[in-house]
């Protein structure tokens, strides 16, 4: 009786096993197409994060390159200045009122020449980007 008992736990135990091992193997599969479709949507979160710096970067590049347009009308035209200035300068008897406008006028030159430079920056990082895309 013994014998028969254990025989029979025995084949008990063996289905139980048998009909959990399916069970399981479905239940990783499971977990693994959850870890690809988590994956998946990281990939396409960061895809679309990196189209919106891009198309960011565009605009930035875009608006730069019409400050840089205008920057340079502006530097044209203080260039014209200082030459009519120093021009007239040795000349008049306002030479003294003269050589200050000059200097603030090339102040005001060296700034313009600073934000060009960065706005060009701004513009060749983008093309940059732009290349690596």
């Known amino acids: 009786m013994k014998k028969k008992l254990a025989v029979l736990l025995g084949v008990l135990v063996l289905s139980s096993v048998s009909f959990a ?3 399981t ?4 599969g499971a977990a693994i197409e959850n870890s690809l479709s988590n994956l998946e949507n990281q990939l396409d979160r960061l895809q679309q994060m990196e189209e919106a710096k ?3 970067q565009e605009a930035l590049a875009q608006n730069a390159a019409q400050k840089l347009e205008s920057y340079s009308q502006m530097r044209a035209k203080i260039d014209e200045r200082i030459a ?3 021009a007239v300068t040795d000349s008049s008897i306002f030479s003294k009122e003269f050589k200050t406008k000059v200097s603030e006028y090339k ?3 060296n700034q313009l020449d600073k934000e060009i430079a960065r706005q060009q920056q701004i513009i060749d990082n983008f093309e940059i980007s732009k290349s690596l895309r």
């Open 21 to 23: 091992a399916p069970k």
């Open 25 to 28: 193997a479905p239940a990783g």
């Open 54 to 56: 891009y198309k960011e």
């Open 84 to 86: 009519q200035i120093e």
């Open 107 to 109: 102040a005001l030159r």
